[in-house]
């Protein structure tokens, strides 16, 4: 109520001015990126037209603020309406609009225009693949301007974690994940990643506010994308305003933010971007009430940088990065009356920080060949650390636990050629290397002998090469087929593996399409998993058991069928098998990499002996927003199973078996400018399994161990739920806009952390996170 009653004064006090904006963009050749001349730009609710100049440009001005569809048009191209544009007095919009080519001219047919907001950027991907838009991801309830946290709306997608951004993909470890921003592939960005989940965080490092519109998979990705064995994001950074210097400030309880972008000379079209952020959680965490036993106070920053250097006739030219700090510390206490839980004696300190820098390069040949190619640098380093106060008699005396400490350099290269044969072929093909150099070490202390041991010890290089050639046929205009191969290359393991991909396409009707993928992917493991450090006792030196391990293999088998109800309504249902092979397990027990969640002292020795099938169907109805108001609705029935080192099968940790998302929002507009926002989300899970806890090795380390041997049996009950909510409500005076924003991550729910040791009762208890988030921020552009 407090929340409205704000809103409603802000709109009392806002002054009715009438408020405008400018509309540009460049128009380009789909698959080459030639601009096209003299298309059409059509603004129907204003009534306002143009058409692109000699390079592709247009300028639509004066456009007062709201929403609209803004459609274009070229001869020998599909006509393409993009809708639902927010327009606002802060910022100019800027359109990167890519048509694509007609197959066959008809005579006398009229082409209805393409609305395709579902539809994946990338042209050779058939099943399981989603463009995620921007504006979405801002105003989707609970995303935070997260990718990672946007994708758990999507159908076959699940949350790893309520206070993680990590994602389970068709019932597949979050590790499975690929990232890659700008054509190259990167480490996890995301602050903290891989604390309590490997291949993920809490946040990501760069603000959505920089994306361009991008796609995710969810299976049976293209022949371009190697090492990944659930899911990918392929991230695009948008190029800054190069007419106009905008900036934006923001602030919050959790923050500050500022973000920056222009022209870097008159007269010439580069353009620069720039966005920085610092937050700490100290005002929320103690709002929390399972955090009122802890210390913790996590902190991060982040930049993020994109120059975008046109050259004329030597191509376009970018620079860019992102980079991020951050930590998470606990002290405890010396008072053993505060001994509640193990962190309340625990001395704890983890960092992660991560840059990565890039300059890629694109270049038009002959109007028929598009060449882009990409060269990076990524550092990221990691830390941590555990020390406890064992002994209630000597409160004040630390004794080490564990610590890992890791530093990776990797130098990426990518070429890709994308060619337009004819109207109805498209070939692509090129090549990736990934060059990494790496050390590593860690030791744990081992409970029974009361000794530290050696975990991980690595130093030295790694080299993974893949290369991919894939083609597109249009055989009319029904029906397309995309094949290809990648061919790569791991040097630890002289590994080499061919993976074939293939999809089909068939318009069956206006409305309706069906489609069937095939993928074969192969993923390693982190580095930490190769160099677990044995002690050979006859020898006296340490080898490495895990070194030869082979890369998991996952066979992806995808049936899509896409029902467009309405313009703005569709209906996808997507039932998919995977059938995963070669996986790291432990000999002669249930253990499986499968299950990997995150384990600082791992030090097992493994074999490729396991297997793995993850079956079910996604199902997505969705009612794109229109007239004020939007509806996602996505349902997945699965199931993952998977075979140990004892060749015995069992349900894997992430068999939750369903995930149901209802998620909605509702715009209003306020005195013919302004925008109120109201949007809700609401998730219903089956939880995931945990292993049974080792009760006497709990008793001994006075902490929670759980038997690691053991497979996943128990689940704490049959269903969790998350809600969250997101009030918005933004001001667009003459030449500024202010936006308001409350978002309450977790507003009704509760979901299931695991056990915890009560240190005073000797109990094992549940854990739960059931608090409600809050997060509050006023942003101000102009």
Not at 191 to 210: D, K, P, Q, W
Not at 287 to 302: F, H, I, T, W
Not at 506 to 514: A, G, R
Not at 620 to 626: A, G, H, K, P, S
Request: aromatic letters at 12%.
């Amino acid at each position: 109520m407090i929340v409205l009653c704000f809103l409603f004064i802000l709109c009392v006090v806002s002054v009715a001015q009438k408020s405008t904006q400018t509309m540009r963009g460049i128009i380009l050749d789909a698959q080459t990126r030639e601009p096209l001349p003299y298309a059409t730009v059509l603004l129907p609710e204003s009534g306002k037209g143009t058409t692109s100049d000699a390079d592709g440009n247009f300028t639509l001005e004066n456009i007062d603020v709201g929403r609209y569809n803004i459609q274009f048009g070229f001869v020998g191209y599909k006509p393409l309406i993009i809708p639902d544009i927010l327009v606002g007095s802060g910022k100019e919009v800027l359109l990167e609009v890519l048509l694509e080519q007609l197959t066959t001219e008809l005579e006398g047919v009229v082409i209805t225009p393409t609305i395709s907001k579902d539809r994946p950027i990338n042209s050779m991907a058939s099943v399981s693949a989603r463009t995620l838009l921007v504006e979405e991801s801002s105003r989707y309830a609970g995303s935070f301007d997260d990718p990672g946290r946007m994708a758990a709306n999507f159908a076959g997608v699940a949350s790893a974690g309520v206070a993680v951004n990590a994602i389970v993909v068709r019932g597949n470890s979050p590790k499975g994940v690929l990232w890659r921003i700008e054509g190259i592939d990167v480490p996890v960005p995301s602050h903290f990643a891989g604390s309590n989940v490997a291949g993920g965080g809490g946040i990501t490092m760069f603000s959505s506010r920089l994306l361009a519109n991008s796609d995710f998979y969810t299976g049976a990705f293209p022949a371009e994308f190697a090492n990944a064995g659930a899911g990918v994001f392929d991230m695009k950074l948008r190029n800054g305003n190069n007419h106009k210097a905008e900036f934006g400030l923001q602030a919050g309880i959790h923050g500050v933010e500022a973000a920056a972008e222009g022209p870097l000379a008159k007269g010439y079209n580069s353009s620069y971007l720039f966005n920085y952020r610092y937050s700490t959680l100290a005002l929320i965490f103690p709002l929390l009430p399972e955090m009122k036993n802890s210390d913790e106070l996590p902190v991060y920053q982040d930049l993020s940088f994109k120059l975008n250097l046109p050259a004329g006739r030597a191509g376009n030219f970018s620079v860019w990065g992102i980079g991020g700090l951050s930590s998470s510390r606990m002290r405890g206490t010396n008072d053993t009356l505060n001994w509640i839980y193990p962190e309340n004696r625990i001395k704890m300190d983890f960092y992660y920080n991560m840059g990565v820098t890039g300059i890629s390069h694109s270049k038009t040949l002959k109007s028929k060949t598009l060449i882009n190619s990409g060269l990076a640098l990524s550092v990221f380093t990691t830390g941590y650390r555990e020390a406890g106060r064992l002994s209630s008699d000597t409160p004040d005396i630390f004794t080490d636990l564990f610590e890992v400490r890791s530093l990776n350099k990797r130098l990426n290269y990518y070429t890709r050629i994308n060619h337009v044969l004819s109207s109805k072929i498209i070939l692509r093909g090129g090549i990736n290397i990934g060059a990494e150099r790496f050390d590593l070490t860690g030791d744990a202390l081992n409970y029974s002998s009361g000794h530290k041991e050696q975990t991980m010890q690595g130093e030295g290089n790694s080299l993974l090469v893949n290369t991919h050639l894939q083609s597109k046929w249009h055989v009319n205009n029904l029906f397309f087929v995309t094949g290809g191969f990648n061919l790569s290359w791991f040097n630890l393991n002289n590994e080499t593996k061919i993976e074939p991909r293939l999809s089909a396409s068939y318009q069956i009707t206006p409305k309706q399409m069906i489609s069937l993928g095939y993928g074969l992917h192969h993923q390693t493991e982190q580095l930490s998993i190769y160099y677990v450090s044995k002690y050979d006792s006859v020898q006296y030196r340490h080898y490495y058991p895990n070194k030869k391990l082979k890369r998991y293999g996952a066979h992806h088998l995808v049936l899509s069928y896409d029902y467009k109800v309405t313009s703005n309504i569709r209906l996808k249902i997507e039932p998919y098998l995977q059938k995963l092979y070669n996986v790291p397990v432990v000999d002669g027990t249930a253990y499986s990499m499968i299950n990997f969640l995150s384990d600082w002292t791992f030090n097992r020795e493994l074999v490729n002996k396991g297997k793995g099938t993850n079956y079910g169907v996604d199902v997505t109805v969705e009612r794109f927003l229109d007239k004020g108001y939007y509806l996602l609705s996505t349902l997945s029935l699965y199931k993952s199973d998977y075979t140990g080192g004892d060749d015995l099968k069992y349900r894997s940790r992430f068999d939750g078996g369903y995930v149901f998302n209802l998620l909605g929002g509702k715009e209003f507009t306020i005195k013919g400018k302004n925008n109120l926002g109201l949007n809700l989300k609401l998730t219903l899970m089956g939880p995931y399994l945990s292993q049974p806890v080792n009760t006497k090795a709990s008793l001994l380390a006075q902490d929670i161990i759980y038997d690691s041997n053991s497979p996943f049996v128990y689940r704490n009950s049959s269903v969790e739920y998350m809600s969250d909510v997101t009030f918005s409500y933004s001001i667009n005076n003459v030449k500024t806009a202010s936006i308001f924003v409350v978002q309450l991550k977790n507003f009704m729910g509760r979901q299931y952390q695991g056990k915890k040791f009560n240190l005073r009762t000797q109990q094992i208890e549940d854990d739960y996170f059931s608090s409600i988030v809050p997060f509050v921020s006023y942003k101000f552009e102009f």
